[in-house]
């Protein structure tokens, strides 16, 4: 980070990111759960602010692979550097059982980057969907991948253990990757949302977006149709939010009202969309919106 970077004044939070955390045995029980499994997830490695309101209704987003990614994302708050060792082959399997002790109908597996394994972990995501399947027939389960280097083989492991959705989130609008996300590159990770069409196209594909980074509204209308270009299914708009001071300074906040605009610009883009909000019943929703392109399945 530059030193005008890190010394830039930060902004103060606006009231409508303010509110009151939830209590309650839920959160410790997860918690509890979690540990014991020696489980990760990233909820608590990513210090992500919905965290309480998550696990106080029995949800998590788990992490594979370790708590170590091999990139360095200067949004993110995952530990980076050299992982210790090959990938924990019993992991699946606690995943799986704390699916089933959480009694989760819908689950989403994610990982930190694994640029030192010759697949990216892409084996150790197939068989931790298969291993929930085995044990809980019924859940619906999303993964949400890195780029695996582009490699299209690793990714035609994950999508051969069909996963219900297929997540790679592009983050940012292209301008800013050397910025955010150094180790990336926009356009393979769009290639990838193309390939999963490609490969399947009755899997629906799901990116995301961080505003609040220095991205104008002119890169953001040309990332949705680059998205919606590789025929992307589902998308996610959400306001970054600084997890410590080493990280990117958020450069604004981004009102509700302009979420709701930019809710408005996605269904024009989209030309037959549905929509629906991330997190209905929580707060949070009003700045998290969702866009559904092709009509699929509910529980996304």
Not at 35 to 64: G, Y
Not at 100 to 117: A, C, E, M
Not at 256 to 270: N, V
Request: with cysteine.
């Amino acid at each position: 980070m530059n030193h005008n970077q890190k010394h830039k004044r930060r902004i103060a939070k606006p009231p409508w990111l303010k509110r009151r955390l939830p209590t309650g045995p839920t959160y410790e029980e997860v918690r509890t759960l979690l540990s014991k499994s020696r489980l990760h997830t990233v909820c608590q490695e990513a210090r992500c602010p919905n965290l309480w309101e998550c696990f106080s209704r029995q949800t998590a987003t788990f992490l594979i692979l370790g708590p170590c990614c091999t990139r360095n994302c200067r949004f993110c708050n995952v530990t980076h550097g050299r992982p210790s060792g090959p990938p924990d082959s019993g992991e699946p399997s606690r995943v799986a059982q704390a699916v089933k002790n959480l009694g989760l109908s819908y689950v989403v597996i994610t990982s930190v980057t694994r640029d030192d394994l010759p697949d990216g972990g892409a084996g150790l995501f197939a068989k931790t969907i298969k291993k929930i399947r085995a044990k809980m027939p019924g859940t619906l389960v999303e993964v949400l991948i890195p780029d695996f280097q582009g490699n299209e083989d690793a990714l035609r492991t994950v999508l051969e253990a069909r996963p219900h959705a297929l997540n790679h989130n592009l983050e940012t609008v292209s301008r800013l990757y050397p910025l955010v996300r150094p180790k990336a590159d926009y356009r393979r990770s769009l290639e990838l949302l193309s390939r999963v069409k490609q490969s399947d196209s009755f899997i629906p594909t799901k990116s995301g977006l961080m505003l609040g980074l220095g991205e104008s509204a002119e890169e953001v209308e040309n990332t949705l149709q680059d998205l919606l270009d590789v025929k992307c299914s589902i998308l996610t708009l959400g306001q970054y939010l600084q997890p410590t001071s080493e990280h990117l300074n958020v450069e604004r906040f981004i009102s509700p009202e302009e979420f709701d605009d930019w809710k408005k610009a996605a269904l024009m883009t989209g030309k037959r969309p549905l929509l629906k909000w991330g997190f209905p019943k929580l707060p949070v929703g009003r700045w998290c919106a969702v866009l559904i392109v092709p009509k699929i399945s509910t529980g996304v």
